[in-house]
């Protein structure tokens, strides 16, 4: 029987569901029309016959009591049979809907099956449904969209595991680079804290050094002028050393900073002013300057390191001395401001035109003044330390450099 089944199904392809329910009620209309048909046909002959034997009986005529009695034991056994022939028909009609709607379930659950299958194994391997290997056309159309599908889908998973391949790869490649790069930067790094070290010692060496001859030179100076009259040449000398000593003392300062600790005392700031402008007038006069120095208070002390102190002082005194213009004054105030203590340094020079990038570190404005340009830089940072407020003002009138200290007890 499966064998007759193969056969009945090979031979109709093409067949949607709706064509094979449209044959199934064709079949039955088909073979209820076939039994209708022969019913009737025999029925109509069984009525004639039925009413040629009513009128004669074994030869002769009967009573007709007796012809109504026989046609109805004739329609009796006619209705009975034409009920068991439409019992029949029904079984028979039965019989071969069940039948055919058994076997179409049975090729509608395969290609369901078949359908199933690909769809869970389609997500792991690239195999397509055969479109012999389907019955129902409706289904034969989805096998095309599904195995283009299929295609499709590995097109984008073979593009993307190239394109994963690929960044992979250059992934690689940046991280060797950046390897590299890192390495190179590391002995660039090691090479610059080697050379900065090598700076730093140096520079530590260099103001060792230089301390020792710098002080016999001011000494011998100071010890001459004491027993000869004084010397404009000498007075040169004298001046440019105490600049070589400034610009010590800030190379000092800047060596020892992180290694030293500068603890604070009691200064009186009017002495100390006065102490470091007369260090400077000698210098002052040379660059055709004069220092015009006034104060209200002459005893306000505060609570300060010496060393950032003469940083502060002797810095703002030789910038003033340097930029200064020729034959002009450089006025000197210290006045108190309630709780607060004011230095201020302002004489006539150039206009300064970036006055918030003067305490810059190695900025200058004039390249051709000289200098290293970290005075002011070193004097923003001991500022920022000892909070000590900074303000700068310049005009074609003057320039100011201003300090605010706090007064000791206020």
């Keep these: 029987m499966y064998n007759g089944t193969m056969k009945f199904t090979s031979t109709l392809t093409n067949v949607t569901t709706r064509q094979a329910n449209i044959f199934t009620i064709m079949i039955m209309f088909f073979f209820s029309s076939v039994f209708i048909g022969l019913l009737a046909t025999e029925m109509y002959e069984d009525y004639e016959f039925a009413l040629e034997q009513s009128y004669v009986i074994d030869g002769g005529i009967l009573s007709e ?28 009609l039965f019989v071969i809907f069940l039948g055919l709607n058994k076997i179409f379930n049975k090729l509608l659950n395969r290609d ?75 002995k660039e790094r090691k090479f610059s804290l080697d050379l900065v070290k090598s700076q730093k010692e140096f520079l530590s060496y260099t103001v060792h050094e230089t301390n020792t001859p710098l002080s016999v030179i001011l000494t011998s100076i100071e010890l001459y002028m004491m027993k000869h009259p004084k010397d404009r040449q000498l007075s040169k000398i004298e001046a440019a050393v105490k600049n070589i000593f400034n610009i010590y003392d800030d190379l000092s300062y800047l060596v020892k900073k992180d290694q030293v600790e500068y603890p604070k005392t009691v200064i009186n700031f009017h002495d100390y002013l006065s102490s470091r402008i007369d260090f400077f007038s000698e210098v002052a006069g040379h660059s055709r300057v004069e220092f015009n120095y006034s104060t209200d208070v002459a005893d306000a002390h505060i609570y300060f390191n010496g060393t950032k102190l003469q940083r502060i002082v002797d810095n703002t005194i030789t910038n003033a001395i340097k930029y200064t213009l020729p034959n002009e004054i450089v006025y000197v105030k210290l006045i108190k401001v309630g709780i607060s203590l004011d230095f201020s340094m302002s004489s006539k020079s150039k206009i300064i035109k970036d006055t918030s990038r003067v305490f810059d570190e190695y900025y200058q404005e004039e390249k051709s003044s000289g200098g ?5 830089r070193l004097i923003r940072t001991i500022c920022d330390e000892e909070d000590v407020e900074i303000s700068l003002s310049s005009s074609d009138k003057q ?12």
């Design 372 to 376: 290293f340009g970290i005075g002011l």
């Design 65 to 92: 009591k007796h012809i109504l009695e026989e046609k109805q034991k004739k329609l009796k056994t006619l209705m009975v049979k034409t009920v068991l022939l439409i019992v029949t028909l029904s079984f028979i």
């Design 112 to 186: 369901t099956k078949k359908f199933l299958e690909f769809f869970e194994q389609a997500a792991n391997n690239e195999k397509v449904i055969s479109a012999d290997a389907i019955f129902f056309k409706d289904f034969k159309i989805m096998v095309g969209y599904a195995n283009k599908m299929v295609e499709k889908i590995n097109a984008q998973k073979y593009a993307l595991l190239e394109m994963n391949a690929s960044l992979e790869d250059r992934v690689q490649r940046k991280t060797a680079d950046l390897l590299q790069i890192n390495k190179n930067l590391e």
């Design 399 to 410: 320039t100011v450099f201003k300090y605010r200290f706090k007064i000791m007890g206020e």
